[in-house]
């Protein structure tokens, strides 16, 4: 089992809606960490959709999904939420959460790469499609 596991994927109409979820296991804590959602599209390298510090609750997002997308925590389920409105057919990819022990709260002032988070999910996949 991998230590944040991603669920709430499927097929969508455009204009429809979605939430994702990114729960940590195996003793994984949020607390003083900074989680980001990634999407890989085939053929294409990863992008990094948003960084959210989970105790100062902020988010950065990319312009691409800034205003449609919302990420919001759960701190008794030890959970995050990403709310997605208004799908696009270019939404389509496979979503994973990613998370590191981040106590300065730096790693989302910067620019996100994949190689600055310590645990990972499996990945859940979302189809916008008519």
């Known amino acids: 089992q991998l230590p944040l596991v991603e669920s709430g994927g499927g097929l969508v109409q455009p204009g429809g809606s979605l939430r994702l979820s990114c729960a940590a296991s195996?003793?994984?804590?949020?607390?003083?960490?900074?989680i980001a959602w990634f999407r890989q599209v085939p053929g294409k390298e990863p992008e990094a959709i948003l960084c959210?510090?989970?105790?100062?609750?902020?988010?950065n997002y990319t312009d691409s999904v800034k205003g449609r997308f919302t990420i919001a925590r759960d701190v008794a389920k030890n959970t995050v939420y990403l709310r997605m409105n208004s799908l696009k057919p270019e939404d389509t990819g496979i979503y994973s959460c990613?998370?590191?022990?981040?106590?300065?709260?730096?790693?989302?002032?910067?620019?996100?790469?994949?190689?600055?988070?310590?645990?990972w999910g499996q990945g859940t996949r979302v189809t916008v499609s008519s």
């Open positions: 990613a998370a590191v022990r981040d106590p300065s709260s730096h790693i989302c002032a910067g620019a996100i790469e994949e190689r600055l988070f310590d645990y």
């Open positions: 959210f510090n989970y105790n100062s609750n902020n988010a």
């Open positions: 195996l003793g994984i804590i949020f607390d003083y960490s900074s």
